[in-house]
């Protein structure tokens, strides 16, 4: 297999300047490209942005099967799950989230799969969304080959820890993880069963992104509504959720591919559109395995950061980077408001992250059609 080869990770995976390039034109005006490996010939091809020119093509050749996958980058990027909400005898809001535990076979970059272990079919999980406050039931079906849990990073009772001894559920089992949403912030669950590392790297992540109750926070109420769902103001910001992460196709304890959302270059060949106007807010976690630190860099403009989402006011202010380490996480706020429309690039500083598919771009819009 070519992953027994580290020498030739980069030369057998990753296009030369020509392939790379007519697999980014191909994409972005809207056709499905299958180039092989560096088979697709530059004459056929649009000549790629300047932008990415300029940077170099070294991206992934090829589309990901994302129907097989049964997840799409593109899409996850905006979706936020909700659960069923009812309303408990003494009027508080119940939130029920249904999260089962799938091993599944995913494509992670062109041609390359990878033997995931799931939460709901994808990876990274399911993005729950919930109001500080309200009751929440996570009911776990545990359908894997392995033990699972869910930990979440909240305030909750041991019991309710997702840990071995208190929530860690057979192959077969069901589970219901119950507890009130605080605090207030953007934050995360993964698995917590022995080995940690596997089995956090194998997929088994995604964001618990709790919005404040602007009732609870009457001096920041306005700031507080605009990062509740389903409000007017709320309404006018364009939010996505991120998660970085890698993986280890060959089990060495190292990773061969990163990405944010899972596949390797994703928002490279089908760039994350923004319109020009209307705020940015970014919920982004960082769960690497084997790398002690991810970051996130903006091009071309600065952002606004939110130690993990815990407060209504900056932690950060007027910065173009923000390290994680694993499991940290926070919220980035910008706009490009006063820049002219155009692709936008965004990564970790750490270069090799970026070449082994860690690399994205905003594309910056006037208006949506
Ligand atoms: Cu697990």
């Given at each position: ?9 980069r ?40 932008h ?98 869910m ?21 077969g ?26 089995h ?27 990062r ?29 591919v ?59 202010r ?28 965004f ?23």
């Amino acid at each position: 297999m070519w992953f027994r080869e580290k020498i030739s990770r980069r030369g057998l995976l990753w296009g030369g300047l020509a392939a790379g390039g007519s697999a980014i034109a191909g994409t972005a005006a809207g056709q499905s490209v299958h180039s092989g490996h560096g088979a697709a010939s530059a004459a056929d091809a649009a000549p790629p942005p300047a932008h990415l020119a300029a940077h170099g093509s070294m991206i992934t050749v090829g589309d990901v099967d994302n129907e097989r996958n049964g997840f799409d980058p593109s899409r996850i990027v905006t979706d936020w799950e909700t659960g069923s909400v009812s309303t408990l005898p003494d009027g508080r809001i119940l939130r029920t989230f249904e999260i089962e535990a799938v091993d599944k076979e995913i494509e992670i970059a062109p041609g390359i799969m990878f033997p995931a272990w799931t939460y709901n079919g994808r990876v990274p999980g399911p993005a729950l969304r919930a109001t500080e406050g309200e009751h929440l039931r996570m009911v776990f079906r545990n359908s894997g080959s392995h033990p699972h849990s869910m930990h979440f990073h909240g305030i909750h009772a041991a019991r309710m820890d997702g840990v071995p001894g208190a929530g860690l559920i057979d192959p077969g089992e069901e589970f219901v993880y119950e507890f009130d949403a605080r605090p207030f912030g953007c934050h995360l669950y993964h698995c917590h069963a022995l080995p940690l590392k596997r089995h956090i790297h194998k997929g088994m992540y995604g964001l618990f992104v709790i919005d404040p109750d602007p009732a609870r926070h009457p001096e920041l109420a306005n700031v507080a509504r605009s990062r509740l769902l389903g409000t007017p103001e709320n309404a006018e910001w364009q939010e996505f959720a991120m998660v970085m992460n890698g993986f280890d196709t060959n089990f060495d304890n190292g990773n061969e591919v990163y990405a944010v959302n899972t596949v390797a270059h994703a928002y490279m060949k089908r760039p994350i559109r923004i319109v020009r106007n209307r705020p940015v807010r970014i919920y982004l976690a960082n769960v690497v395995e084997f790398d002690p630190i991810n970051s996130f860099h903006l091009h071309a403009n600065f952002f606004d950061y939110f130690e993990q989402g815990t407060t209504l006011t900056p932690t950060l202010r007027t910065v173009d980077l923000i390290t994680q380490v694993q499991a940290q996480r926070g919220i980035l706020e910008f706009t490009y408001k006063d820049h002219e429309t155009g692709l936008y690039m965004f990564h970790p500083h750490q270069s090799e992250f970026t070449e082994l598919g860690w690399t994205g771009m905003f594309d910056v819009v006037e208006a949506v059609a």
